[in-house]
């Protein structure tokens, strides 16, 4: 199945309130939609966004040598490293999530993706030694956080493989709408590569940012939401990728797609992920318990069909698209 995809309504384009900026990082396209009457106030401060955005892209990525995961998917345990912001606040922030999802988002599974990924490859699965070997690698709980010094250290006796893919994205777009609050912008859109959309203010007095959803194999959307002080996150898996349960180091095949609407597009990033891989009676427990969360999947009614979908929504946040 294509990836799901959160865009602007193609109707909000031709109005002509807003300026659009875009940069290429993290392997996709990121966009800020700016409301501001002077074009070059906006450009200025988008240059400032994107300019942060580099840096927290060398400090996140795995596969970035030298960069903050980098030296610590490197580091021996029982060693202490001193980290920079960014990373620290994502590891924080994951650490988190890890314990709220009861272990189904965990950032540190990179090691079994890799060999899921890389046995696919060749039409295969994992050797079951292989398997166990990177299960090794894993477990967010072995990493040691002291927020006085920045410091991380691993415990245990095996290396630790860190990526957060299902986080970075997220998190510097909320970082890019902060900077943006300094710069006193009120009304802006934030999204990274259409799956980690952050909405501040409105595109027109009252009405937030128009938003539709869509899976590219239908060819239009199938839902609308407005976001205004609102993040909606979305995550699914294309032919070849998988999407890890931290719980048995499978891939999951819980759902096709799911959305997660919540007050920041990190958690979104996480939770969007983490509901690929719950079960609908898991996820609508968690929304139930965190009411500031709403979510969305779409169930596969006769696995390996990707046409017949079953929708399951928890809370009111989205409408039909008005072509449906």
């Known amino acids: 199945m294509p990836l799901p995809k959160i865009e602007l309504n193609p109707a909000a384009t031709d109005l002509p309130a807003f300026h659009r900026f875009s940069h290429r990082a993290m392997a996709t396209v990121f966009e800020i939609f700016i409301v501001c009457d002077d074009f070059h106030y906006a450009e200025q401060a988008a240059h400032a966004a994107f300019t942060e955005l580099y840096f927290i892209e060398m ?29 620290f606040e994502c590891l ?14 965990d950032v540190s599974v990179g090691a079994v993706l890799d060999c899921w990924r890389q046995a696919g490859k060749k039409g295969q699965v994992p050797d079951e030694a292989e398997l166990a070997a990177a299960k090794q690698k894993t477990g967010l709980a072995r990493l040691d956080l002291d927020e006085a010094t920045h410091t991380v250290c691993l415990t245990g006796e095996h290396a630790i493989l860190i990526d957060l893919g299902g986080y970075g994205k997220g998190y510097a777009v909320d970082r890019l709408a902060e900077l943006l609050d300094e710069w006193s912008i009120e009304h802006a859109l934030v999204h990274g590569g259409t799956s980690s959309v952050l909405g501040r203010g409105d595109l027109q007095p009252g009405h937030g940012w128009p938003v539709s959803l869509s899976l590219p194999e239908a060819g239009q959307a199938f839902a609308t939401s407005a976001l ?97």
Request: hydrophobic fraction near 35%; charged fraction near 15%.
């Open 228 to 324: 205004r002080n609102r993040a909606l996150n979305g995550s699914g898996l294309q032919k070849g990728q998988h999407i890890i349960d931290p719980r048995t180091g499978e891939p999951t095949t819980s759902q096709c797609a799911a959305w997660a609407a919540t007050s920041k597009a990190g958690i979104g990033d996480a939770l969007s992920t983490a509901f690929m891989i719950m079960s609908p009676p898991e996820v609508e427990a968690f929304c139930a318990a965190n009411p500031d969360v709403q979510a969305m999947l779409i169930l596969d009614e006769n696995p390996g069909d990707d046409v017949n979908h079953k929708i399951r929504q928890f809370g009111a946040w989205l409408q039909p698209a008005p072509s449906i």
């Open 92 to 105: 924080n922030a994951c650490k988190t999530l890890h314990t709220q999802t009861n272990g189904t988002f």
């Open 59 to 87: 400090e996140l990525s795995r596969y970035v040598p030298g960069s903050d995961i980098s030296r610590i998917n490197t580091l021996p345990p029982n060693r202490i490293l001193q980290i920079g912001h960014y990373a």
